[in-house]
């Protein structure tokens, strides 16, 4: 291992990108251009709120305390329908796209159940089929509060509960949100087109023929790459970080899980820009194809937009999508600082990064067939 | 000294040069400024040393053989052309001396050591442009070459090589913006920064103008004068021609022909042919000369092409017509040439198989 040659390499990977006003841009610029305008657009409405309409036909002391728990949860907005009101009419007249009914003769079927196991009282919830995304949030958020209350009305354990849900939701604004998810797609972008620059470009402009005729070897190449590229990933999160921090005074907190998931990131998205150098041979074709991968990864990974917000069948498949670990770890490590669930993440980007880099690295190959 | 009249392939003036027995050296014609290497006959270039020896050198790609059990040797210190058309076999064999591409069967030996075996430790001395080589867009020239000579141990003097490659003015230029030309100059600049014994050159000026394309063979001549061993691998008869020393033809992966220029004419060329210029009795010319023993035929206008198979011949034609007072306006002498060669050799032009 020749150090100097490292270092002689990681030079000139520097002076490329410094000179690239594209790499710059797409590195720099655009992640701060983001930045700045998902924090304007979003600047109104710190976290995504939603609203419940309520008609309270019991008007009870047991309804009363399910409502304080419902107003507790700050993600929703209730509002209160008049018990006069036909339900059904009211939705229409307003245009609702969701609304709940606490039925009478609640609060006499929860005293009645302390006697009766099998006494049951139904809400109902009305909602518009069209709206998925919001209602389908409403009524989550519903079913984890009813469990809560069934739970304190039988004096059960509290180990899960909603407070832990309300506490989360509580101090997380859009913008602490974005950033992570925006250091993980720049990571994402720069390391895959890096990638797929050095496996297809150099490839058919003949400098991984030359450098193999040269006394570089293979592994001191690519070591001097990934350092180059965790220097540019360390690098555009300190940019993405800094804006946040001056311009939307966004808490971030660095920490060994933050450096690991970015470092892991930076080896798991170049493993996969390997993958894809290996097998599409035109860098146009690849550049399209890191396109097809990284896009849809993009919005399906909640890099933008909470997962909570999309389709059941969507949620469920963003978890086998890399960049939705990374951008679950990073918000983990960087603002929640819950380190159970950073640590949870991490070790799956982590254990991606061995498999898709491992696989690049074998499959790359500097001699010609 | 030995004198040597030659005529100039463009003007078509006839000139004298003198030189030193086995001296080879580019000249200029002195009416037009063409460019030409003369190779003054007598004495030997000191090439005992084979610098690559290849043995039996076969390559096969599921069913196309690209190479067909090829053996060469190159000399050190020689410019020895690989001559071919496009898919002849010309770049798997050089990548496959450079240990970029693995033989299916044979040997290479490089420097007197295996490549199978022994690459890395040759690396230090050989340099290298590869077909279609684009170093870094965003390095200037000199950079490019810095970068290139840190990689090794043995490092030449950066400076000489951009006076020797004539680059001096274009050191702070970002490679992307330099033309065609230049590009590859640089790139034989980057093969040079080891200071390599052997310097291989793999179609070099492909694409390339026919300026632009004198300019690198200037510099690839220079080598010579540098004492390196250039392997070269072309698809233009006239570069071959111009720069080589050694010549091997290859044909759809088989050396067909090898050998220097003159011994490749002699061999498989069809000699000289004498075009007489506006004769005043053409038909009475053709009868006369065909009398002499002469292959003669008519090509129109009033003119005569007469084959020479040897240049010793060219006085005993020119005797022949003076004594049958034979008038004409003038006459020019054409040798055949590597294209000739080629066709005797495949029954196809060197161009039509590109």
Redesign the interface.
Known sequence: MNL??IG??FV?SF??WI??KGTIFWSIFFPVLLILLFGAIFSGSDSPSYTLQIQDLDDSQSSQMYLDMLKNISILKIEMINASENITDYIQKNDLKGAMVIPKGFGDTIALSHIDKDASVNLSFYFDPSDQGSTSVVRSIIGSSLQEFNLALSKGSHTIGMDSVSTITSNFKYIDFFIPGMIGFTIMQLCIYGSIERNTKYR????L????????TRTEWLLSKMLFTMFLSLFSTLIACLIGILVWGVVIHVNLWMITIIFATSFLFSGIGMIIGRFVKEEETADTAAGAISFPMMFLAGTFFPLQQMPMFLQEFAKVLPLYYVNEGLRNAMISLDFDKAAYNGIIVIVFALVFFIAGVLLTKW??? | MVDMNVRCPRCGEIVSFSGIPGERRVVSCPSCGTDARLSFPGGEIQTSENTIEVSHLRKV?DDLIAVDDISFNVKKGEIFAFLGPNGAGKTTTV?II?????PTAGSVKLLGKDIKTQF?AV??Y?G?L??????????TVR?TLV??S????KQANIDEIITAMDLTEYTKK?YRNLSGGLKQRVGVA?SLVNDPDVVFLDEPTTGLDPKARREVWMVIANLRKRGKTVFLTTHYMEEAEFLADHIAIIHKGNIIAEGSLEELIDQYGTGSTMHIKKCKDPMETIDILKEKGYDVLSTGNGDIAVKIPHKERVLEVLSDMRHACIEYENIDIRRSNLEEVFLNLTGAKLAEEK
Not at chain 1, 209 to 216: A, G, S, V
């Open positions: 100097r040659i002689v390499d000139v002076k490329g000179r690239s058919k402009d003949g400098i023929r030359k450098l193999l005729t040269t006394p570089i001699k010609e067939d | 790609y990548e450079e240990s970029i591409r693995k890395n690396k230090e050989i290298i590869p077909q279609e080589f684009h170093s870094f867009e965003r390095l950079e970068y290139f840190k990689l090794y141990k970002l980057i």
